[in-house]
């Protein structure tokens, strides 16, 4: 059975930083892309940023690029998401995705690419 446990999450003041970590389970982890997406209340889950099986390419949505950065470590069955600079607007709950694939240089970037999700984690940022 496959599980994403997300943590990290939590009260960061504007300018400040979180690293968010995804600890996957019940699956061959080095098969998977990896990916970040955010909600927030009444509006669609939207895409963070994506990382190959392999990690050797990232993908960032527009409003976090120079801020954010996505990484894995395969040994530990972990992804992560290093947020600095943060901004009122990254308050959200920050989910982790995951989809099994054969294609080493792909990064997915829409939610209905990913079969497995975590719980997610809440980010909020003060002004």
């Known amino acids: 059975q496959v599980q994403l446990v997300e943590s990290g999450g939590g009260l960061v003041q504007a300018g400040g930083s979180l690293r968010l970590s995804c600890a996957a389970s019940?699956?061959?982890?080095?098969?998977?892309?990896m990916g970040w997406f955010r909600q927030v209340p009444g509006k669609e889950r939207e895409f963070v940023a994506g990382?190959?099986?392999?990690?050797?390419?990232?993908d960032y949505a527009d409003s976090v690029k120079g801020r954010f950065s996505i990484s894995r470590d395969n040994a530990k069955n972990t992804v992560y998401l290093q947020m600095n600079s943060l901004e009122p607007e990254d308050t959200a709950v920050y989910f982790c995705?995951?989809?099994?694939?054969?294609?080493?240089?792909?990064?997915?970037?829409?939610?209905?690419?990913?079969?497995?999700w975590g719980q997610g984690t809440q980010v909020t940022v003060s002004s």
């Open positions: 019940g699956l061959t982890f080095g098969s998977y892309a």
């Open positions: 990382i190959t099986r392999s990690g050797d390419y990232t």
């Open positions: 995705a995951g989809r099994s694939t054969i294609y080493s240089g792909t990064v997915y970037t829409t939610a209905q690419q990913y079969n497995y």
